[in-house]
């Protein structure tokens, strides 16, 4: 395995002029390992992309050396959990709705002391908020009467996006009339009946939150306008 060999030669003269020499070859090298691990590693980029409490388990795998130790830090938090095979500890996003952080693994070769390091990166989402906003009260939504006749109610639904890493997707069922939408702010108009809407949110990392929102929707009280 060696990158390069190194040749020394060693002459010795006596007392006579008569010589003699010895060459030796020795291996020059770093000691070098991979990293791999239970969740993709990003060719282009070398970043795990990873929601918020996941843990990911690191393996040092030798390219180069002898019996090499393995010691891998995290930066943010400064730890340092030494083994070939480790398991991380739950990610956390320290402020905001994402957060990044790198895993440097330092690999030794005890019989020469030899030491090098790889580097690969993490980019942790919070998951997205459950939280679907309707202009639907306590459940309830009284009918109008339309222009032809029929009796509905126009509901208007949103995400909080605010609360949702940038880049999040979502998928709404509407409940009604096969009423399928990817719209940030979907709407629909349903006759009285009962319903439930449900929401699907996902991050760019994958990360999924799903929420259901049941309602129903009845013809206006008698005597109010």
Not at 129 to 141: C, G, V
Request: with cysteine.
């Amino acid at each position: 395995f060696p990158s390069h060999d190194k040749e020394v030669t060693l002459t010795t003269i006596d007392v006579n002029g008569f010589k003699k020499s010895k060459t030796e070859r020795f291996p020059i090298y770093k000691p070098s390992a991979s990293i791999t691990a239970d969740k993709v590693i990003s060719a282009s980029d070398r970043t795990i992309y990873i929601c918020e409490n996941d843990v990911v388990k690191f393996t040092s795998n030798t390219l180069i050396g002898n019996s090499l130790t393995s010691e891998y830090k995290f930066v943010n938090t400064n730890k340092i959990i030494k083994g070939n095979t480790i398991t991380s500890d739950p990610w956390k996003v320290r402020k905001g709705l994402d957060d990044k952080d790198t895993v440097i693994l330092k690999i030794t070769e005890p019989s020469t002391g030899c030491q090098n390091d790889t580097t690969v990166f993490i980019k942790i989402e919070k998951y997205p908020s459950s939280q679907l906003i309707t202009d639907i009260k306590n459940n309830t939504a009284c009918a109008s009467e339309s222009t032809s006749g029929t009796k509905s109610y126009n509901s208007n639904f949103s995400m909080d996006k605010s609360k949702n890493p940038t880049g999040t997707t979502a998928y709404w069922n509407l409940g009604y009339n096969n009423g399928i939408s990817t719209n940030e702010r979907p709407s629909l108009s349903y006759p009285v009946g009962n319903y439930t809407v449900s929401l699907k949110l996902t991050t760019l990392n994958q990360c999924k939150k799903d929420t259901t929102f049941s309602f129903k929707v009845i013809e206006k009280p008698t005597g109010l306008s």
